[in-house]
Protein backbone atom coordinates (compact mmCIF):
# COMPACT_ATOMS: atom_id res chain seq x y z
CA UNK A 1 0.00 0.00 0.00
CA UNK A 2 1.41 3.51 -1.07
CA UNK A 3 0.00 6.28 0.75
CA UNK A 4 0.96 9.90 0.14
CA UNK A 5 0.48 13.05 0.72
CA UNK A 6 -3.10 14.06 3.08
CA UNK A 7 -3.77 10.65 2.87
CA UNK A 8 -1.01 9.50 4.53
CA UNK A 9 -1.37 12.49 7.52
CA UNK A 10 -4.88 10.96 7.88
CA UNK A 11 -3.61 7.25 7.97
CA UNK A 12 -1.12 8.22 10.35
CA UNK A 13 -4.07 10.31 12.42
CA UNK A 14 -6.64 7.36 12.72
CA UNK A 15 -4.26 5.15 13.41
CA UNK A 16 -2.74 7.14 16.22
CA UNK A 17 -6.68 7.55 17.29
CA UNK A 18 -6.90 3.64 17.49
CA UNK A 19 -3.60 3.06 19.66
CA UNK A 20 -4.99 5.66 22.14
CA UNK A 21 -6.65 2.60 23.73
CA UNK A 22 -7.88 5.05 26.65
CA UNK A 23 -9.00 8.01 24.48
CA UNK A 24 -7.29 10.67 26.64
CA UNK A 25 -5.75 12.32 23.82
CA UNK A 26 -2.03 10.37 23.80
CA UNK A 27 -0.71 6.77 23.40
CA UNK A 28 1.24 5.72 26.53
CA UNK A 29 3.32 2.75 27.33
CA UNK A 30 0.12 0.66 27.90
CA UNK A 31 -1.78 1.70 25.42
CA UNK A 32 1.27 0.86 22.58
CA UNK A 33 1.27 -2.75 24.77
CA UNK A 34 -2.20 -3.08 24.38
CA UNK A 35 -2.60 -2.37 20.50
CA UNK A 36 -3.57 -5.83 18.73
CA UNK A 37 -0.70 -7.32 15.88
CA UNK A 38 -3.34 -6.70 13.13
CA UNK A 39 -3.49 -2.31 14.52
CA UNK A 40 -0.08 -3.00 14.23
CA UNK A 41 0.64 -4.13 11.30
CA UNK A 42 -1.83 -1.92 9.66
CA UNK A 43 0.34 0.74 11.78
CA UNK A 44 3.44 -0.81 10.27
CA UNK A 45 1.97 -0.55 6.91
CA UNK A 46 1.04 3.36 7.10
CA UNK A 47 3.94 4.35 7.67
CA UNK A 48 5.67 2.24 5.04
CA UNK A 49 5.19 4.52 2.67
CA UNK A 50 7.14 2.36 -0.59
CA UNK A 51 5.89 -0.84 0.76
CA UNK A 52 9.16 -2.60 0.26
CA UNK A 53 8.22 -4.08 4.03
CA UNK A 54 10.96 -2.02 6.15
CA UNK A 55 10.86 1.18 7.48
CA UNK A 56 13.43 3.41 6.68
CA UNK A 57 14.54 7.24 8.71
CA UNK A 58 13.13 8.63 6.09
CA UNK A 59 9.81 7.30 6.42
CA UNK A 60 10.03 7.93 9.84
CA UNK A 61 11.08 11.33 10.28
CA UNK A 62 8.28 11.99 7.34
CA UNK A 63 5.53 10.57 10.10
CA UNK A 64 6.55 12.27 12.94
CA UNK A 65 6.74 15.43 10.57
CA UNK A 66 3.43 15.40 9.31
CA UNK A 67 2.16 14.47 12.82
CA UNK A 68 3.53 16.65 14.67
CA UNK A 69 2.94 19.74 12.44
CA UNK A 70 -1.01 19.01 12.08
Same mark, same amino acid.
Request: charged residues 25%.
Given at each position: ??????????????? *?????? #? $? =? &???D??? !? /??????????? *????D? #? $? =? &?????R? !? /??????????
Open positions: MTTTGSNAQTAIVEE *FQRMDV #D $G =D &GGVRAD !F /LCMPAAEAATC *FTTLS #D $G =D &GQLSDE !F /LKAVKRFSTS
